[in-house]
């Protein structure tokens, strides 16, 4: 059966699907090069996992007491600090942010860089046209390019109906890697086992009384900032000292077993009297955010956990006896669903390592961060073990080879989608250094088009990293 859908008399040189965390920052960084980008994005508003999956923490990526990603990132701490949005946590996450403000500083930097956005858009399918682009340059580059696959297009759907969109280059950062899964890319995912990290359906709670929660926090023994800066969590067995309270709660029939298994709350810059929580922690059996059924009921299980920690809240946690649910967030959180296979696959011992690399676009010191639906989740912490990683001014490198897909010509993967082992994914995944791997794409793809005919391979790769410190980075 042949689709119906419709060509666009328009083309782009850069096509970015997925305006998420490291989606925002390609689109961006593309524009800026004087590249003609549009970004399709099936929510209303940039940011992904981090707006809209409420994930308001910018984990801490540090070495030597230096953040190790800057450029982009830097300028959007800057632009979030001076909105009022944007806040460091002196417990030592590097950056917290008001989703609603990191929307609007990503939408003004993209349109302000002459970026396009198509939202309410979901990317259907890639057309494949064989041979459409240039050949690359070199002889050795030729033979390598051998026997991949040309995007031509991507059928989106919208209130449009279905529409084809055509660009010389294409950035897939959905997460999920849909681009590069339906175009023919191999695919890994999971542990193993191909059992995912869990999911979770972050919410908040508003009209909180932060002043007496806090003083009732302190009085539990977890240390707190102060009444604008809380950060407090239960996981069974881990010595907290809310355990109590979560135990008494689930005799009671308030909570389920299942709900200490992660509890963590954090305030939200510009949201005074708000509480972000990060959690609940998605049934077991329901781990893969790849498939829409188990998407589909993670989503109901999750608001089912809401309705019962709100009402823990109420009546276990002084300060939150007439809070309520200000928001439950519009994505499910997924941690890891789809992998890449790219042209190289970055591992844990080139984590433990310090692997570094002639091509690197990112640097990173995240430890391994595993949160298991098996139970046991692993956090390698840089205070602990011997492998040169655990050095305080230590750091491995991620090529720019692990966001370049087998198979495909003209196509970049940043983001949670990278390739990489399980367990080097639960280490670079996180959001900053994804605007990081966004920030190399946008650059790569941009010069893809506008000099190598869209073929992401005959980027000079030396010209990048040239770049991007240009434009503050770290590489
Ligand atoms: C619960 C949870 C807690 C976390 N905690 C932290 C933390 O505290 N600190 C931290 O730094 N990191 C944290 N992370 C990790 C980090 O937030 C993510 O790994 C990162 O944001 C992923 O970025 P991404 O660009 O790969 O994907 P996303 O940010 O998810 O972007 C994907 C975008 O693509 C869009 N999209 C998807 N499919 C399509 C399609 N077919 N068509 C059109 N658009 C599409 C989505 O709407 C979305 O906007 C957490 C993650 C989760 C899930």
Redesign the pocket.
């Known amino acids: 059966m042949t689709l119906p859908y419709r060509t666009l008399d328009r083309d782009w040189d850069v096509i970015v699907?997925?305006?998420?965390?490291?989606?925002?920052m390609a689109a961006i960084a593309a524009a800026r090069t004087g590249a003609r980008v549009l970004t399709?994005?099936?929510?209303g508003s940039?940011?992904?996992?981090?707006?809209?999956?409420w994930?308001?923490?910018?984990?801490r990526?540090v070495s030597a007491g230096e953040n190790l990603n800057r450029g982009l990132t830097d300028e959007l701490k800057r632009r979030l600090d001076a909105r009022g949005d944007g806040a460091t946590d002196p417990g030592g996450?590097d950056n917290w942010f008001n989703p609603e403000g990191m929307k609007f500083v990503l939408e003004h930097m993209l349109l302000e860089a002459g970026g396009e956005v198509l939202y309410h858009?979901?990317?259907?399918a890639p057309l494949m046209a064989e041979g459409r682009l240039e050949e690359p340059r070199s002889g050795e580059q030729r033979a390598e390019g051998e026997g991949r696959s040309t995007i031509d297009a991507l059928v989106?759907h919208n209130k449009g109906g279905l529409q084809a969109l055509r660009a010389a280059a294409f950035i897939d950062?959905?997460?999920?890697a849909?681009?590069a899964a339906l175009s023919g890319v191999p695919m890994r995912g999971g542990d193993d086992d191909g059992v995912h990290q869990a999911?979770?359906l972050?919410f908040t709670l508003a009209g909180v009384d932060t002043v007496r929660l806090c003083a009732f926090l302190r009085s539990q023994g977890q240390w707190q900032e102060s009444e604008h800066f809380l950060h407090f969590w239960m996981v069974w067995e881990k010595n907290s000292t809310l355990e109590p309270l979560f135990r008494r709660a689930v005799e009671a029939g308030v909570l389920l077993e299942r709900d200490g298994d992660y509890f963590q709350g954090f305030s939200v810059p510009g949201r005074p009297g708000e509480i972000s929580f990060?959690c609940p922690r998605i049934r077991p059996d329901l781990h893969d955010g790849a498939d829409p059924w188990q998407l589909s009921a993670a989503q109901v299980d999750g608001r089912q956990a809401i309705d019962r920690l709100t009402a823990f809240c109420r009546a276990f946690l002084p300060g939150c006896e007439t809070a309520f649910i200000g928001v439950v967030a519009p994505?499910?959180?997924?941690?890891?669903s789809r992998r890449i296979t790219g042209e190289y696959t970055l591992t844990l011992e080139d984590i433990l390592d310090c692997a570094q690399f002639d091509d690197a676009i990112c640097r990173n010191h995240?430890p391994v961060d595993i949160?298991s639906v098996k139970g046991g989740d692993r956090l390698l912490h840089d205070r602990e073990g011997t492998a040169p990683y655990f050095a305080k001014d230590a750091y491995h490198e991620i090529p720019l080879r692990c966001i370049v897909p087998v198979g495909v010509t003209n196509l970049l993967v940043?983001?949670?989608?990278?390739s990489s082992t399980f367990e080097a994914q639960s280490s670079i995944?996180?959001?900053?250094?994804?605007h990081t791997m966004?920030e190399a794409a946008g650059i790569t793809a941009a010069w893809a088009a506008q000099r190598c005919g869209g073929h992401v391979r005959g980027v000079d790769v030396q010209a990048v990293r040239e770049e991007l410190r240009d434009r503050g980075g770290v590489v």
């Open positions: 699907a997925g305006g998420g965390t490291a989606g925002a399709i994005e099936a929510q940039l940011g992904g996992t981090g707006t809209n999956a994930v308001t923490p910018l984990m990526n996450n858009t979901h990317v259907v989106v950062a959905t997460g999920d849909d681009v999911m979770s972050r990060n994505m499910v959180g997924v941690r890891e995240y949160h940043p983001g949670r989608a990278a995944r996180v959001q900053q250094n994804c966004g």
